[in-house]
Nanobody, 121 residues
Framework: QVQLVESGGGLVQAGGSLRLSCAAS????????VGWFRQGPGTRRELVAG???????NYDDSVKGRFTISRDDAKNTVYLQMNSLKPEDTAVYYC???????????????WGQGTQVTVSS
């Protein structure tokens, strides 16, 4: 069974750091473009950072200079390093993969289950 599993969320004080992980499992050969999204209370899900298969990254203006997205293709895992966290970063964070190459064939549009990040002031 193909899965995306996020981890690393938690409660942190403002100014602190967290590192989120998104691991693809289940006979995965490769993952293509990956995005980290977040959804706060009463808000729409928004793209925070993305990384393509070549490793090129892009960021929402609200997190530039504070968040870093990276990938380890040997582990089929993507990370989101979050520094200088602010209370407004509080949200459920989701990873999304647009395409996975698996032993079952290509699979598109996969979401993880989400991980809660809470930043206290």
């Amino acid at each position: 069974q193909v899965q995306l599993v996020e981890s690393g969320g938690g409660l942190v004080q403002a100014g602190g750091s967290l590192r989120l992980s998104c691991a693809a499992s289940g006979n995965i050969f490769s993952i293509n473009n990956v995005g980290w999204f977040r959804q706060g209370p009463g808000t729409r899900r928004e793209l925070v950072a993305g990384i393509d298969s070549e490793g090129s990254a892009n960021y929402d203006d609200s997190v530039k200079g504070r968040f870093t997205i990276s990938r380890d293709d040997a582990k089929n895992t993507v990370y989101l390093q979050m520094n200088s966290l602010k209370p407004e970063d509080t949200a459920v964070y989701y990873c999304h993969v647009d395409r996975l190459e698996t032993m079952y064939g290509p699979m598109n549009d996969y979401w993880g289950q989400g991980t809660q990040v809470t930043v206290s002031s």
